[in-house]
């Protein structure tokens, strides 16, 4: 991708994140979107397919920095889970905005069932450290779910708690040390 079209995409999420700041994602159509951004239509649809197309590579962005880098190899490093529940927060906070945006919206299943995917991955790094009869899949659901969770009430209270603390909570609600 040359940088123009760095540039383009760039202006697109800002706009999309700017827009998801102060309307749901039900609402925001792809007109908003290309107003905001100052692009026209065809090259808002040269980058994105659809406006779920545009969430989906937000996600990716944001999730693939998260989890693809360092999280892998915290497990080799024998970190806990614990100290890696904390470090992703610690990006979830970063995009702040966005992640508000994405969990209060009436249209956050796109949003969810890639945070969910990615999660999963995660716990399942970690398995060994649960101590659950309940089948590995099913653990995994549970663990995430309960996650997912916790991160919209650290969301509703603005991100009050640290992200040590609520991963801390997390790890004591389920049992890990």
Known sequence: MDRRQKKTREAIFKAFSELLEHKRYEHITVQDIIDTADVGRSTFYSHF???DMLLKSMCSDIFDHIFEGNICDYKTENKDLEAVLSH????????KT?????????SS???MRYLHEYLERLFRLHLDDFHFKAPSEFVLNHLSVSFIEAIKWWVKTDMQASPETVAKYFTEVTETH
Do not use: C, N, P, Y
């Open 98 to 106: 966005d992640i508000a945006g994405m969990f209060l919206s009436e």
């Open 49 to 51: 397919e659809t406006k």
């Open 88 to 95: 992703v927060l610690w990006h979830l906070r970063e995009h």
């Open 109 to 111: 299943d796109i949003f």
